[in-house]
């Protein structure tokens, strides 16, 4: 491999890892086939999109990559979440200019379960000076019903990639808008913390580097030294991002606002900028792509997709 080609994946792959670290605020589990050998953990990568597919291994590289991370920590406002393990999974094409477009898997790059928020909707929410709220607040008391749920979402597709700033520290990576669902019977099911049209957007930085690694492998996953693939590992990146906004909750409960009012109020949002916090303490990320795309050309996406499932097992 020329030794341009792989700073150019190490910086893909290093940035990809911060989309993990915000995939949600729980236990993610990710979905899809069962794959051999080395094409193991890109059981989502989008293979068969339509600009997967075209990459014709010149002008556009195609490649897979996953991101997951095992935990850390969000502060919104008031409120602080501790999160687990996380799964993300997206195309990437390299483009000959240095920009990389990044592609979502039909069903979205994010999968994972949700987190029980601490203290459920009488630390969300209680106590209120608002009469209605009291009341569901006093009826809370040892109920099921207090039990409350986040998964953080993507609402858009990530921006400001910058391949560069995945080798670095303290540089933005990537700008990922995300919301925050928050379910609960009472808040009912579309409360969010964030919105499509006003997200939270985070701009996730390395405050290390990630240990490297790389191996070899045949179209089937079958790991050789001689392989036509290629894998690069990062691990163990700490990540952290302090500049983003919350803005407030919306859609909570009853239509005339209440529980909205009284979940900003308790929580202290909208909060702004450098009021919150995302430390993320550990992140595994993988790269895969053909080991010398040029040598696929012009069908370099097209025998990505065969490969990929080659490997289904």
């Known amino acids: 491999m020329r030794p341009n080609r792989t700073r150019t994946r190490l910086a893909t792959v290093s940035a990809l890892t911060a989309l993990g670290a915000f995939a949600s605020l729980g236990t993610a589990t ?7 050998g080395e094409w193991a953990p890109f059981t989502r990568c989008p293979v068969d999109a339509p600009a997967m597919l075209a990459a014709d291994g010149f002008e556009r590289t195609p490649q897979c990559v996953v991101s997951t991370s095992a935990s850390g920590s969000i502060k919104l406002g008031d409120t602080v979440v501790t999160t687990g393990k996380t799964n993300l999974q997206i195309g990437v094409v390299q483009n000959a200019d240095g920009t990389s477009t990044v592609v979502a898997p039909a069903s979205g790059a994010l999968v994972a379960e949700p987190a029980t928020v601490p203290g459920g909707l009488l630390g969300l929410m209680c106590p ?28 858009g597709a990530p921006y400001a990639f910058d391949q560069t700033a995945g080798v670095l520290t303290d540089t933005p990576i990537v700008a990922l808008p995300v919301r925050i669902h928050l379910e609960n019977p009472l808040l009912g099911s579309k409360c969010y913390i964030g919105t499509a049209a006003h997200p939270i957007v985070l701009r996730p930085e390395n405050r290390d580097f990630p240990a490297f690694g790389m ?17 690069i590992d990062l691990t ?48 595994q990320t993988s790269l895969t792509g053909l080991n010398a795309p040029g040598t696929a050309a012009p069908d370099a996406g097209k025998v990505l997709s065969e490969n990929w499932h080659s490997a289904n097992r």
């Open 236 to 283: 163990g990146a700490p990540q952290n991002d302090s500049t983003f906004a919350v803005p407030a909750a919306s859609g909570c409960g009853l239509n005339i606002g209440l529980i909205n009012a009284a979940v900003n109020a308790k929580t202290g949002l909208p909060s702004a900028a450098g009021s919150n916090s995302l430390t993320l303490e550990n992140t």
């Open 128 to 155: 209120s000076d608002i009469f209605v709220i009291t009341g569901l607040c006093e009826s809370l008391e040892n109920s099921s019903l207090n039990k409350i749920t986040a998964t953080m979402e993507s609402v």
């Open 215 to 231: 191996s070899f492998f045949d179209g089937d996953g079958t790991v050789d030294p001689a392989g036509e693939m290629s894998r």
């Open 30 to 36: 990710a979905a899809g086939p069962a794959l051999n």
